[in-house]
């Protein structure tokens, strides 16, 4: 089965540009939590969409923001770009939350601000 | 205090090498999660743990969920294992993680 789509791979935006990534789960998912990767930090909770319906957010500003369709699909959204905010983003998909359950990763979009 | 800790941060091994990785957690959790990275970023889940051992393939995971700690081995170690291997606890977020353990095996 097709695993989680990622895009774009790729990004150069400008500072004070807005972007928006994409994630597309395994199909049956419900549940898509998104990841930010810097070399300083590592890897950080950015939020959960469980049915349409942001579930958890971590410590971000409010200059990123998401939301999730009806099909699962999910968008993030940065806005007023920073250099910061260069970094990996990863998405991952389950099928439910609340119990344990297995997470499988996208392959990132790596954006870059410049 | 990192809510998760690993150890060590960078491992060379030759390869046929028993490696062990050790991760530690100071929060409720339910599940402990193995995950694999490699150069490029795509991240791969090799382990999710609730309690007791995984075994798959040349992986074992071990968890004691009394003392919070979990480690991870890799048995008869081979240059294709090298990456970044990172711990992640899930509970009221969905991951919280590790900084990663970066794995070198050299032939």
């Known amino acids: 089965k097709a695993g989680v789509t ?34 300083g930090q590592g890897l950080q909770f950015l939020f959960e969409y469980f049915s349409e319906t942001q579930r958890n957010k971590g410590n971000f500003p409010g200059r990123f923001s998401g939301r999730q369709f009806s099909n699962s699909r999910s968008e993030m959204n940065v806005s007023t770009l ?9 998405c991952a998909s389950s099928p439910y939350r609340g119990l344990p359950s297995g997470y499988t990763f996208g392959s990132g979009t790596r954006l870059t601000v410049v | 205090k990192n809510e998760v800790e690993q150890s060590p ?7 046929g090498e028993f490696i062990t990785i050790n991760c530690s957690y100071s929060v409720g959790i339910s599940a402990l999660h193995w995950l694999q990275q490699h150069p490029g970023g ?10 007791g051992k995984k075994k798959h393939g040349r992986l074992i995971a071990t968890i004691n969920i009394q003392e919070k700690h979990s480690s991870l081995h890799i048995t008869a170690s081979h240059p294709r294992d090298s990456a970044v291997y990172i711990c992640a606890v899930s509970g009221n977020t969905p991951l919280v993680f590790g900084k990663g353990t970066r794995l070198s095996v050299i032939a």
């Open chain 1, 6 to 39: 990622q895009t774009p791979r790729y990004l150069i935006k400008t500072r004070g540009q807005q972007v928006t990534l994409s994630c597309s789960p395994i199909s049956g998912h419900r549940s898509v939590s998104w990841y930010q990767q810097t070399p």
């Open chain 1, 82 to 90: 920073e250099l910061g905010d260069s970094a990996l983003y990863l």
């Open chain 2, 9 to 15: 941060q960078n491992l060379t091994a030759q390869e």
């Open chain 2, 42 to 51: 795509g991240i791969v889940s090799l382990f999710m743990l609730s309690s």
